[in-house]
């Protein structure tokens, strides 16, 4: 599944920004962002076993929402300027993300 592919690279890449920020001693904006940035991969991979059609949008409706905290853990480390990483790509694929997993969900509930 593409989206699974999508969200564990970018799980990965968030790694690095994560080493940085704990470089930087922003533990707790460091730790937030691993949490909900991973949380997303691991629900699309649930989701990809569920047990009914409802099991399936619920955790994609999970990962939805893991991907909109996401968004604003890095909004705040942007504005904050946390880091001296650009955070502009990861906005940007965190944008595409939460808009497949939107339309996976939508797209989803359609055929119930």
């Known amino acids: 599944m593409l989206i699974e592919d999508k969200t564990f690279k970018f799980s990965l890449s968030i790694i690095k920004l994560v080493k940085d920020l704990k470089a930087n001693?922003?533990?707790?904006?460091?730790?937030?962002?691993?949490?909900?940035?991973?949380?997303?991969?691991?629900?699309?991979?649930?989701?990809?076993?569920?047990?009914?059609?409802?099991?399936?949008?619920?955790?994609?409706?999970?990962a939805s929402k893991e991907a909109r905290e996401t968004r604003y853990w890095l909004r705040l480390i942007?504005?904050?300027?946390?880091?001296?990483?650009?955070?502009?790509?990861?906005?940007?694929e965190i944008d595409q993300i939460i808009k497949?997993?939107?339309?996976?969900?939508?797209?989803?509930q359609e055929t119930i």
């Open 25 to 62: 001693k922003e533990f707790v904006f460091a730790d937030q962002l691993l949490r909900s940035s991973t949380s997303i991969g691991a629900n699309v991979v649930e989701a990809g076993a569920g047990q009914s059609k409802r099991d399936f949008i619920a955790k994609m409706a999970i």
């Open 78 to 92: 942007k504005e904050s300027e946390l880091t001296k990483m650009g955070t502009e790509s990861y906005l940007d």
């Open 100 to 108: 497949i997993l939107t339309k996976i969900v939508k797209t989803s």
